[in-house]
């Protein structure tokens, strides 16, 4: 059974650097045809993926969010890691991690409880 835990500040000033860590267990990060993801929900607003880092160690990212968005691996600890840059209280959003693969279509198997942040001052 894989487990994801997400961890990190639930409060951060706007213009700082969020930073998450999700830790996997059950499972590891080199698996191969996995994709280790972010992906948040702003209160009232659908979820949104932000990026994610393959088994390979590539990276991917959104579009919109690629210029302050950087996602990092520990093989050695099955953990990665998210940095969002320069927030702003728009960052506001449950984080989730999860687990992804890709068969006919994309799919996420295994994912965080999430945690909530909050961008304000």
């Known amino acids: 059974q894989v487990q994801l835990q997400e961890s990190g500040p639930g409060l951060v000033k706007p213009s700082q650097t969020l930073s998450l860590t999700c830790t996997v267990s059950?499972?590891?990060?080199?698996?191969?045809?996995?994709?280790w993801t972010w992906i948040r929900q702003p209160p009232g607003k659908g979820l949104e993926w932000m990026g994610a880092?393959?088994?390979?160690?590539?990276?991917y990212y959104s579009p919109s969010l690629k210029s302050h968005t950087s996602i990092s691996r520990d093989t050695s600890n099955d953990r990665f890691t998210l940095q969002l840059t320069s927030v702003t209280p728009e960052d506001t959003a449950v984080y989730y991690c999860?687990?992804?693969?890709?068969?006919?279509?994309?799919?996420?198997?295994?994912w965080g409880q999430g945690t909530q942040v909050t961008v304000s001052s």
């Open positions: 880092i393959a088994y390979h160690g590539r990276t």
């Open positions: 059950g499972g590891s990060l080199t698996a191969n045809n996995y994709y």
């Open positions: 999860a687990r992804s693969v890709y068969g006919s279509a994309w799919s996420y198997d295994y």
